[in-house]
């Protein structure tokens, strides 16, 4: 930082002199590190209990998306519906929705006060929802989240609401041109109650195993959530986002298995909407190789799930030439040059099919496009 005058100029830090505090942060974090600290998989079994709260005005298949990744981390479900008296769906019909759904779920009305704060709407859900439960975690795709977490000592899984772009407010508004993203049973109701709507046939139903993978896999900042949208528009299909965004930057050892299971489980949710191939920003393999560069380990369940073979088809590996885009005490040049050739050398160990995107955006949209269209062919 330089000072003339009255105004500031600010420098770019040296590469140098970020590769230096990456060192040090890197060695102040193994200092406290033991393997002990990593956490069993939470593959929702034993007595784990969850919760998820919305209005379900209607349900759509975002809420169906959240609720198939919160069963993959609680045993026990619960689903606190709110209502309001002016609801224009009762809620007998969304419970009888959500229960049809999904049987194994108990679903709870909490009804919303006349006049209300948001601190009221707190107050009200923490008294509900412990009449019924005191969840283990709290899932959610909206902002009341850390508060909800907070007030229950639970732990906050955020499903990412990108991945199944709707809304029940833009269902409200143009019923007939989101009927995709409604289940069959809403589909029926709208139908009997709003003229506009038309009858429509969704797709059928898909079977996972017959959906190509392919996987975004590098460095940070190297364009894998850009790229794995794009993908997914440009084929017709679905991505799988990087669950650890909902984390909040939350890597410390107890996360690594919370993320990584629900990376796996956001993946098998989303491969049952998938048209022909999935496109997935990240996947367990690069989550024990990212464990691995801030911990030099990994848990062990994780070490043998990511062993050669696999579901995956293609991974996409993005190289570290690309600039970094975002706050500087983030970028750590040779680490992000390092974590490349680390992805590099584990995937040609295990024999997996790889192409590296190098260069601008472009270039690595139409690289990835003609190994895709590559993938696919093999398959038809």
Same mark, same amino acid.
């Given at each position: 930082?330089? +000072? ?66 919160? #069963? ?9 519906? #709110? ?7 009762? +809620? ?8 049809? /759904? ?8 909490? &009804?919303?006060? &006349? ?24 899932? =959610? ?8 977490? #907070? ?25 007939? #041109? ?10 029926? +109701? ?24 392919? %996987? ?10 850009? /790229? ?18 909902? =984390? ?21 949710? =989303? ?8 496109? %997935? ?6 989550? !024990?190789? +990212? ?6 380990? &990994?848990?062990?369940?994780?070490? &043998? ?10 991974? /996409? ?24 050739? !680390? %992805? ?37």
């Amino acid at each position: 930082m330089a +000072w003339y005058g009255s105004s500031f100029t600010y420098y770019e830090p040296d590469p140098g002199e970020l590769d230096a505090a990456a060192v040090e942060a890197r060695a102040r974090r193994l200092e406290s590190f033991s393997p002990d600290q990593f956490t069993p998989r939470p593959d929702g079994g034993g007595d784990s209990t969850g919760i998820v709260l919305g209005r379900f005005l209607p349900v759509h298949d975002g809420h169906r998306y959240l609720v198939e990744v919160a #069963r993959a981390f609680a045993r026990r479900l619960w689903i606190f519906v #709110r209502i309001n008296r002016n609801d224009r769906i009762p +809620w007998e019909v969304r419970r009888d929705w959500l229960t049809g /759904l999904f049987p194994d779920v108990t679903v709870v009305p909490v &009804a919303d006060p &006349a006049r209300f704060t948001r601190e009221d709407l707190f107050a009200l859900w923490d008294e509900r929802v412990r009449e019924h439960v005191l969840p283990d975690y709290v899932v =959610m795709g909206n902002d009341y989240g850390p508060e909800l977490a #907070r007030r229950f000592g639970a732990r906050l899984l955020v499903v990412d609401r990108t991945a199944v772009p709707v809304s029940g407010s833009r269902i409200r508004s143009w019923p007939a #041109r989101n009927a995709a993203y409604l289940p069959p049973p809403v589909r029926t +109701w709208y139908l009997a109650n709003e003229p506009a709507m038309e009858p429509f046939e969704g797709p059928g139903p898909v079977d996972p195993a017959t959906v190509g993978r392919v %996987c975004l896999i590098g460095p940070e900042s190297t364009g894998k959530t850009h /790229l794995a949208l794009r993908l997914a528009i440009h084929y017709g299909t679905v991505h799988v986002p990087e669950f650890a965004r909902g =984390m909040r930057h939350d890597w410390d050892p107890p996360s690594i298995s919370l993320i990584a299971h629900g990376q796996r489980a956001s993946e098998t949710a =989303m491969a049952r909407r998938a048209n022909r191939v999935l496109f %997935c920003d990240t996947d367990l393999l690069a989550v !024990r190789l +990212w464990s691995e560069r801030l911990f030099g380990a &990994a848990p062990d369940w994780l070490q &043998a799930a990511t062993g050669p073979g696999g579901d995956i088809d293609l991974y /996409l590996l993005t190289s570290s030439d690309q600039l970094f885009v975002g706050p500087p005490e983030y970028n750590r040049p040779a680490e992000r040059h390092a974590f490349f050739h !680390r %992805c590099r050398a584990e995937l040609t160990r295990q024999g997996h099919r790889y192409v590296i995107l190098a260069g601008a955006v472009e270039g690595r949209l139409r690289t990835a496009v003609q190994a895709v269209d590559a993938l696919l062919a093999e398959e038809a």
